[in-house]
């Protein structure tokens, strides 16, 4: 059974990069699945961030306007979502998760999530 633990800061200043990183066990990120960053805001609906695939191809939500990267790390099973020039509408709990698609919000497995705040 797939398990999904994201990780990083809690508070993050305006115009600073965001970095969370989630390990992933009981699945290789490598072999198949796609593997995504989504987000909640309050009063909002669930967003996507982005996708790595196993083959290690990336997408993003045009919405970010080039502001997010993920990579990945095998060795550790692990993929971090890095975005950049935070400002406080980026304020949200983050979940990685994996997923049969590569774009939308739709995961059939995710993380506990992690609450991101940014403000000075």
């Known amino acids: 059974q797939v398990q999904l633990q994201e990780s990083g800061p809690g508070l993050v200043k305006p115009s600073q990069t965001l970095s969370l990183t989630c390990t992933v066990s009981g699945q290789s990120i490598t072999t198949t699945y796609y593997w995504k960053w989504i987000r909640q805001s309050p009063g909002k609906e669930v967003e996507w961030v982005g996708t790595?695939?196993?083959?290690?191809?990336?997408y993003y939500s045009p919405s970010l306007k080039n502001r997010a990267s993920i990579s990945r790390d095998t060795s550790k099973n692990q993929f971090t979502l890095q975005l950049t020039a935070v400002t406080p509408e980026d304020t949200a709990v983050y979940y990685c998760g994996r997923a049969t698609t590569f774009s939308s919000h739709f995961v059939d497995s995710r993380g506990q999530g992690t609450q991101v705040t940014v403000s000075s």
């Open positions: 790595i695939a196993a083959n290690g191809n990336t």
